[in-house]
């Protein structure tokens, strides 16, 4: 059976990765530590080239064109941790012979890069990065790539696990895949319709999907 994982805030904590870069960032240009958190937001949603050069022209920063890019990337690779018992419960589902796959929106070299440092690469068949298929979660196309990459066919179906409710979730149902929300402790949204499972963390998680039967 297919498992497919999201990676930011599901298996990996980028928001406080993130938060960390920014504070050393700022520090590093000399800029005033207010403007850390608001880096920090102003990334939070997605990250590419295009976002660093936005923010070096914003604070007149006067670094080449691509540096930032790699900056924040060797940064947040660095940074990236991962959420407690990920690496125990992707190993007891690999030994329980799922197939695990990562389907991440993001630029592969970021994704890619903090899946090699945190050590989680070997858990995966296969890993799914918006960018490097050219279509973003929600869309079915999307996880059609993620479950193909996997070596697997959607049609014969999974689960997605994940913190987002539209992306993760709402995304991972339209496209035929039973879904598992992480609350991460929040409240499921009103009028969206629910996820199949709601756990409190990624331990619970791979808990959950390790006790059903493949
Ligand atoms: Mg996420």
């Known amino acids: 059976m297919l498992a497919l ?81 990920v690496e125990h419960g992707l190993g007891k589902l690999r030994e329980a012979g799922w197939t695990l796959g990562v389907a991440t929106n993001g630029a592969g070299d970021i994704q890619r890069a903090k899946l090699t440092s945190t050590g989680l690469t070997r858990f995966f068949d296969g890993v799914c990065a918006s960018e490097e298929v050219g279509v973003r979660k929600p869309a079915r196309q999307f996880f059609e790539a ?5 070596g697997m066919d959607l049609r014969l179906g999974g689960w997605m696990v994940g913190d987002n409710p539209e992306t993760d979730i709402e995304g991972g149902r339209a496209a035929g895949l039973h879904t598992m929300w992480i609350a991460a402790g929040r409240q499921w949204p009103k009028n969206v319709r629910s996820p199949d499972v709601v756990v409190a963390d990624v331990a619970e998680a791979t808990a959950a999907l390790s006790a059903l039967a493949l």
């Open 5 to 85: 994982f999201d990676l930011d805030n599901t298996l990996i904590d980028r928001r406080g990765s993130l938060e960390e870069w920014a504070r050393r960032f700022v520090r590093s240009r000399s800029l005033p530590p207010a403007v850390g958190p608001v880096i920090s937001k102003r990334l939070q949603a997605r990250a590419y080239p295009t976002d660093l050069a936005e923010i070096g022209a914003t604070f007149g920063l006067s670094d080449p064109e691509g540096e930032l890019w790699r900056e924040y990337t060797e940064g947040m690779a660095g940074a990236a941790r991962c959420l407690p018992g």
């Open 146 to 150: 993620a479950a193909e990459l996997c």
